[in-house]
């Protein structure tokens, strides 16, 4: 058992470490959810790709690095420590080059995934539905055949980034008349500007327009854009919500880097005598700890050859519930400017409170970990 | 980086668990808490004899040490199985028995590594309790510079844990070494007590949140399970990510603590702290979903229900722990 880097890894490390020490922007670009914070980290994007740096995990031919887990893992922690910018491309870059890289076609990966990673086309998921959102599978958006494709009608919501984004990706029922609410659904990607596509921006809690609702009324989407087979949506699916993306949705380094500013703000403004919240900053601290030694475990074991399944739903429980409360924890420091809106910790704090609702809310994951690591009945939901 | 057990370490914790299923604990426990410690002193020899003691003596004294991921494991398992006696305090004594050298060392670690002593000690400050000292062949105090063997166990207290007696040794003693060394190995074998009772605690809260998961199974009231009731399988999903993330933090300071305890001290805190809240978390989810006979000594399970919290305690409360952590 260790927790030593190979020689690569560390190699990776340094040389990504000297790239953001020269290239990361001096202060904080604006907020990603406007639309001049959306072009300054669509350039962004675009540098880091010049460098090689925007999906360091992918193949070189697509431009990655072809960085194994442990490779990838160590370049995030760089690349939070060094206090670079959120990444507006990680919708399509986590999400959506795993599923093509797994079950599209060479044509698909050479097409969409280098200008992904340029930050030329930034992608949405177009995943939730007005009527079907932990229950998923309720889905009513339909994809019927016509010449040469498909046409796409209906309603996708709570689509991250959309607002500003180029292009989506989702799942539409194909078959009506499946016998199964999982079977009869088709992988597809869009564009958002397509004729037969509105999008209507949705302001979150703090105004910022971070997601959209987008109505479809017979856009037309060419077979070359649909994913895997016709009807096989919902496997393709789940098998990117499921192994590594459990791993790669929020990685350890982005906790590691807010726990050493927490820390770093302790110092500068906790009170010595307030052991309650001295015993939040090293709440704070050991939680990031964790979920990097979580981390390392899983990927060990994913390196040995075991599959994640359900234990990628620990790891997002862990992750949304402590981003809240490290926020908290900063807002409980600042005092009067904990009121202040417009702090990198109060962006941090808007942007934590989604955690436990996106990506499967926490309570769909409590059932899967009572259900498929404990053992216990399914119930009522 | 592997940051797994292998399959040697994996093999040892099977063959654990196996001897302690069949040493039939809670009868063990049970004798301990009346004052027959020799089914207890029997287990013990056979934990030796699976080298269990042996783990944290330095081997120019005839043990396998310091294996702080072994450590682990075992402890983790003797925590699963509410094994009685002062198993943390044992191994730290390797710890700092081996740290001190000269006669005492020689006497006494062989003797730990075989299984034939079982030793207590207390941290120096005041109001420390040494665990089952009337039980022990041994208790060591540590004055400054001063290793000393207490002349005797001390006035009993009672602890929450009806298999737990609390001991302030007698003051005074015979010192057995002295020297600057001693205080940097007073300093290790807390460290290491405290990764040890991390390493029980995460084990004592696996077995209370196993043995509650199997309640809610066959239990049932308005016609079903009570465990396919949403309240009660997420408060037992909480539960599991509770101990789920305090193991990597245990064994990331195993990995630290194979580097020398003089800088794993941040880390051991970080585990202990976790661990012991963990533990005790399971303690409460355990209770509740047990309901009233939870609530009893009826059942095995009040064994383990009343030692989380005194080993979430022990060797580092989670407020110290934390403070520690921030300390760097």
């Known amino acids: 058992m260790d927790l030593a880097q190979t020689a690569r890894t560390a190699a990776l490390r340094a040389e990504a470490r000297d790239w953001l020490r020269e290239h990361v922007p001096p202060r904080p670009l604006p907020s990603l959810e406007t639309g001049e914070g959306f072009a300054a980290h669509r350039e962004w994007e675009a540098l880091l790709h010049s460098g090689r740096w925007s999906a360091v995990s992918w193949p070189e031919e697509y431009g990655g690095r072809g960085a194994d887990l442990f490779g990838w893992l160590a370049f995030e922690e760089e690349y939070w420590a060094a206090g670079a910018p959120g990444r507006v491309a990680q919708n399509g870059i986590s999400l959506l080059a795993p599923t093509l890289l797994a079950h599209g076609t060479a044509e698909q990966r050479a097409r969409v995934l280098p200008p992904m990673a340029g930050g030329e086309v930034v992608w949405a998921q177009a995943w939730s539905e007005p009527e079907a959102g932990s229950d998923l599978a309720a889905l009513r958006s339909r994809a019927v055949r016509t010449g040469g494709g498909w046409l796409l009608s209906g309603q996708k919501t709570w689509s991250s980034r959309a607002a500003f984004a180029d292009r989506a990706f989702g799942i539409f029922r194909t078959d009506p008349g499946a016998a199964r609410p999982h079977q009869g659904l088709t992988y597809l990607m869009f564009g958002l500007r397509d004729p037969g596509v509105t999008v209507r921006p949705i302001g979150r809690l703090d105004g910022k327009p971070a997601f959209a609702e987008i109505f479809l009324d017979e856009v037309f989407v060419p077979d070359a854009d649909v994913i895997g087979e016709p009807g096989q949506g919902w496997r393709i699916a789940m098998s990117a919500t499921g192994d590594e993306r459990g791993l790669t949705l929020r990685s350890p380094g982005r906790f590691l880097a807010a726990a050493d500013r927490l820390r770093a703000l302790w110092r500068e403004a906790g009170d010595p005598a307030d052991t309650a919240l001295r015993d939040r900053v090293a709440d704070a601290v050991i939680g990031a700890r964790a979920y990097q030694l979580f981390t390392a475990a899983s990927a060990s074991r994913f390196a040995a050859g075991a599959s994640l399944g359900p234990e990628s739903s620990l790891n997002k429980v862990f992750w949304s519930s402590y981003d809240i409360a490290l926020h908290e924890t900063a807002l409980d420091l600042l005092g009067p400017d904990a009121e202040r809106a417009d702090t990198a910790w109060a962006e941090g704090y808007v942007f934590a409170l989604a955690g436990p609702v996106y990506a499967g809310t926490n309570e769909i994951q409590r059932d899967i970990i009572a259900e498929r690591l404990l053992g216990l009945p399914k119930g009522r939901r | ?328």
Not at chain 2, 25 to 38: K, N
Not at chain 2, 174 to 195: H, K, L, M, N, Q
């Open chain 2, 1 to 328: 980086m592997r940051f797994l057990l292998d399959d040697e370490q994996r093999e040892f914790r099977r063959s654990l668990d196996a001897m302690l299923t069949a040493a039939d604990t809670p009868a063990v426990l049970r004798a301990w808490a009346a004052g027959d410690r020799a089914p207890g002193r029997a287990l013990w020899g056979r934990l030796a004899e699976a080298g269990v003691f042996a783990l944290a003596v330095p081997e120019a004294y005839g043990g396998l040490g310091p294996l702080p991921v072994e450590v682990a494991v075992a402890c983790v398992e003797l925590g699963r199985h509410a094994v009685p006696g002062p198993v943390a305090e044992t191994l730290a004594a390797g710890v700092l028995l081996g740290g001190a050298g000269g006669p005492a060392a020689a006497e006494w670690l062989p003797r730990i590594a075989a299984g034939t002593a079982v030793v207590s000690l207390v941290p120096e400050g005041p109001g420390s309790y040494a665990l089952d000292a009337d039980a022990a062949d041994a208790v060591f105090t540590v004055d400054g510079d001063e290793l000393r063997l207490a002349a005797g166990p001390g006035e009993p207290s009672a602890s929450a844990d009806p298999a737990r007696r609390l001991f302030r040794p007698e003051p005074g003693g015979a010192p057995v070494a002295e020297g600057p060394a001693i205080r940097a190995a007073a300093r290790a074998a807390e460290t290491w007590a405290s990764f040890a009772t991390a390493a029980l605690a995460l084990g004592c809260g696996e077995e209370l949140l196993r043995a509650t998961v199997a309640y809610v199974k066959q239990r049932t009231q308005f016609g079903v399970p009570v465990g396919s009731f949403q309240a009660v399988k997420h408060r037992l999903a909480d539960t599991l990510l509770g101990l789920e993330f305090a193991r990597p933090l245990l064994y990331g300071a195993a990995v630290e603590l194979a580097d020398g305890p003089a800088r794993a001290g941040a880390a051991v805190a970080a585990a202990k702290a976790t661990a012991g809240e963990a533990g005790y978390a399971a303690a409460r989810t355990a209770l509740q979903a047990h309901g009233a006979v939870g609530y009893t000594e009826e059942l095995d399970l009040a064994w383990w229900l009343r030692r989380a919290r005194p080993l979430r305690d022990a060797w580092g409360a989670p407020s110290a722990c934390r403070a520690r952590v921030l300390a760097g």
